[in-house]
């Protein structure tokens, strides 16, 4: 068995713990008062934070492409001598 499935199996045996000695009955409000287990609101919980988690770290990442760089003497109309044009030089002089 790898570490990871048996740290799953230990967190969801504790999970079921914690929640099971959770099981009175107590006033929650929400908008309104209401008789529920503790149960009930620890799951709702753990399931919206759950649900929260695995929407934001599951978002789509864009497909990144290469960038490629062109030599400054590749480029139409340019020398290698400083990387100005004829046009650039004449428009100096």
Do not use: C, H
């Not at 008062?33 to 990442?61: D, E, M, P």
């Amino acid at each position: 068995m790898n570490i990871k499935i048996a740290l799953i199996v230990v967190l969801t045996v504790l999970l079921t713990v914690v929640m099971m000695n959770n099981t009175e009955t107590v006033n929650f409000w929400f908008f309104g008062s209401y008789l529920t287990s503790k149960l009930n609101i620890i799951a709702f919980t753990f399931a919206t934070g759950f649900i929260v988690g695995a929407l934001v770290g599951w978002t789509k990442r864009q497909k990144r492409t290469p960038v490629t760089i062109t030599e400054p003497a590749a480029i139409e109309g340019q020398t290698t001598e400083g990387g100005l044009s004829q046009e650039d030089r004449d428009y100096i002089n």
